[in-house]
């Protein structure tokens, strides 16, 4: 079983919008995805297992900071320690590109997403500020989210 982690290339934009779409209610659509994964100041990632993607990230440049847009696993591989692996390989090539200005993680997670939750604050992100009814449901209810973030170079992997 050979598992990697590399930059994603716009080939990737369908399988990575099925893995969307399988885990969030408001599914991006394939252009969507291609559009994010091409646009300059995103830099996404995905890890594969035998070369099929099993989990990506979706992370945008702003400043000194790096958000993550999304980051997912396929149902079939959750808990296997794949997001972890992805963002920790991630946080090693921002450490060790001097020429990129990143020093902080940054992202909102909505309050009741507790496996995400889970995901971070195994990493070492602490939360940071609360945003109330951050985020509107498909059924109208609105969901507070909380900051998280963390220093780059420096998650708990
Ligand atoms: C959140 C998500 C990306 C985690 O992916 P994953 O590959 O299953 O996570 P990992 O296996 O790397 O988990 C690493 C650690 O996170 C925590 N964790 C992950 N999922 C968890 C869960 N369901 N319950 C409790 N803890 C969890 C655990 O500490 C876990 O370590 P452990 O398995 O040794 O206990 C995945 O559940 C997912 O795709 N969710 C839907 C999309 C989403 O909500 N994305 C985040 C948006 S902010």
Redesign the pocket.
Known sequence: MLIEVREAEPGDAGRVAD?HAA??AKAWSKLDIERMLLAETNSSWVLTRNGDIC?FAILMWAGDDVE?L????ALE??????????LCACDNAFKNNSDEAARRWL????VD????I??Y??LGFEQIAKRRNYYRREDGVNVDAFVFSAKIGNLGC
């Open positions: 893995i885990c969030f989990a993550i999304t980051i997912a696993t591989w959750k808990r296997c320690g794949y997001a972890k692996q992805l992202l909102e997670v909505a997403n507790l496996p995400a889970a995901l604050e195994s």
